[in-house]
């Protein structure tokens, strides 16, 4: 994986670096020397001092004589230089700036310098990124792609990984390794993967759950899943989901469904619904995305905010690329 990573990095450098130093020699200007000005500079006789005597010429020996005409100077600049005598001049070489662009363009696009990469990155096609894997180390646009076990999605740039889902799995696996440490009792699902805003942490540097948050759960060891099959059509699984997950009897919660469809081009089924929860905290909205793999795991994407929240169009517009994005390999 290192090495194809830095594969694509030297080609990605080579591109730019060549794309640049076209540019630069398109635009750079042609500098000539061999211009010569001449200039001509008229001889002005110097004011005769006060104490010397004039000398008196005879008018008709004054007139015989010929005027004296003006001196031309010539003044020539110095020879032309080319372009190979000013880099000697300046202790270079074509081959030295090759390799110095070429160093520079590596360096500006492994390190994303002002976002450079992941510019170039939105001038090629979503999959064709996606398939080279780029995006899961550089955003591309707004967006960078979190890859799962089986599954993949993105999320806005800004947004980071949920440091509560990865301590828990950390005591999660301790507990199965070390024996003497009692089982819980509590059936909670864990999500396998979780984002959110930043800077939403406690006393101890861990973040906590918040209102806007997307997040994946795993559930494995359904003998012979299948949507269709096993759920039936998007609106009856859409209901199922509402009763018995979301909203069960007994849970202070309701939760309206505004809308279930199927995605026969990513193999999903797709639910947009409200979730009021009383007075534990304002209503919410929701986007959840389920999917099959394997014909025995159920993989689930909830992408969740604040009710309010989506009456922003940019913000909406981010939480539905979400969505849109999840799919199952």
Known sequence: MTLMFVRKILVLSILFSVILNAAAWSVAP???????????????????????PIEEKDPVEAAASPTPSPQV????????????????????????????????????LAGN???????????????????SGLDTYFPRGDFKRCNGEGYTFVVPSEWVADTYIALAKAQRQAKTLDYNIPRSSSSSTLPDAAFGPPGRLNKRGVSEQGDTNVSVVVSSGLKGFSLKGTLGSAQNAAETLLRVSLAPEGSGRTASLLNAEEDASRSVYQFEYNVDRGE?????????????????????????????NWDEENFATKLRKVAASFHVR
């Open 73 to 108: 100077l010539t003044r020539q600049e110095p020879p032309t230089m080319s372009s190979g005598d000013i880099m000697r001049a300046m202790g270079t070489s074509p081959r030295r700036i090759l390799l110095s662009g070429l160093s520079a363009s590596g360096i500006a």
């Open 280 to 308: 534990r905290g304002p209503p919410l909205k929701a986007i959840s995305v389920i999917a099959g793999r394997n014909t025995d795991t159920l993989v689930t994407l909830t992408v969740v905010a604040p009710l309010e």
């Open 30 to 52: 042609r500098v000539s020397l061999s211009r010569v000005s001449q200039v001509t500079l008229l001889e002005q006789s110097s004011p005769e001092q006060d104490d010397v």
């Open 113 to 131: 310098f002002l976002g450079v990469t992941s510019r170039l990155l939105t001038l090629l096609p979503e999959d064709s990124v996606e398939a």
